[in-house]
Structure formats: structure tokens, C-alpha cells
């Protein structure tokens, strides 16, 4: 399977899973198109959740913040950090385990299910690289970011998250 990256020409870094597959319908082919996975795409089961962890919650900070500890911490999702799992958002949905990527993944696409325009992040500090075989393997660190007024906030997933990261640059 393909997974999908938003296009760099456009310039936009918080796409919609259907704005996605649209632009991406004017580049592939039919056949490659349904061999696209949207890796933050959700189903209803998902936003039922997500709506359930963000229940009266007024402020978009405050939902995503509830959100963030409620991919960590709720014992319906009883998500696993797996270091080695890198998968969509729907699989750590029904499997609870899950690398730094793919709770990202999670995180958001229920933030953008509901409008807010959440961001991946690169906060790579050094660069892990090991050879495997005649491959060079390099392992980095993904977090997602969210501006809120003239604040950017940034949410980790990692196993053990760093306080604060003094670079980051934003994926589109």
C-alpha cells in the first residue's frame, strides 16, 4: 500500500483525507489511487471516541489536550508504545499498540476531523542511522504540533518525550 503524503508544490500542511485523495486523483492513476492509505484518516468508531474524550470541553487547547492524554492514558484505547509499529491511525485504534508516527497519526486525525489544523512535526534532535544488511537505516522523532492564537503547541508521543525541543520543523 501507498501511503500518502501531502503534496509539496501546494504549500497546505493540514490536509484533509478527502482534500488529499482529491489532489492526489489529479497525479495517480485510478489504479494507484486506491492503493493510497491516508495514515491519519478515521472512521466513525474513532471520532465517536475522540467526541467522548472532548465532551463539554469548550476550548480547542482543552479538547486537545484531553485528546492527547486520552491516547495515552484512556483504558478503552489502552495504547502501547511499540517503537517498531508504524501504522494508520484506524490500526491504533484497534490494536493499541503504536509507535511516536502512528499515535501521531491518531492524534491528528481526530484534530482535523474536528477542525483544527494539526500538524506533523519533525523534532529530530540527531539522527539515529544503523546498517542493516547493505542498507543504511535512519530513525528520527515525530510529534504533532497545533497552533492555538500566536501559540504553536507541540504534543509527543514518544515513549519517554523530551520537556522541550529547540528545533522543529513542520512536515507538509
Known amino acids: 500500500a501507498i501511503l500518502a503524503a501531502s ?4 504549500r497546505k500542511l493540514a490536509w484533509k483525507p478527502d482534500e488529499l485523495r482529491a489532489d492526489l ?5 485510478a489504479d494507484e489511487l486506491t492503493d493510497v492509505q491516508v495514515p491519519y484518516e478515521i472512521d466513525d468508531d474513532i471520532r465517536a ?9 469548550v476550548s480547542g487547547q482543552d479538547q486537545a489536550e484531553a485528546l492527547a492524554r486520552g491516547i495515552l492514558k484512556d483504558e478503552r484505547l489502552r495504547a502501547v508504545y511499540d517503537e517498531s ?8 485504534f484497534r490494536t493499541g499498540r503504536a ?21 506533523y512535526v519533525d523534532v529530530t534532535q540527531a539522527t539515529h542511522v544503523r ?3 547493505d542498507l543504511l537505516v535512519a530513525r528520527g522523532h515525530i510529534c504533532a504540533g497545533v497552533w492555538f492564537g500566536n501559540r504553536f503547541i507541540l504534543y509527543d508521543f514518544a515513549d519517554r518525550p523530551e520537556r ?3 528545533r522543529y520543523a513542520g512536515i507538509d
Request: charged share 15%.
Open 85 to 92: 509499529t508504524t501504522i494508520t491511525a484506524q490500526e491504533v
Open 25 to 29: 486523483a489529479t497525479r495517480l492513476s
Open 131 to 133: 546498517k542493516v544488511n
Open 99 to 119: 509507535n511516536c508516527i502512528s499515535l501521531t497519526n491518531l492524534f491528528i486525525g481526530i484534530l482535523r476531523d474536528m477542525g483544527m489544523p494539526a500538524y
Open 7 to 10: 503534496p509539496v508544490a501546494a
Open 164 to 166: 522541550t525541543y529547540p
Open 49 to 57: 471516541w475522540g467526541r467522548s474524550i472532548t465532551d463539554g470541553i
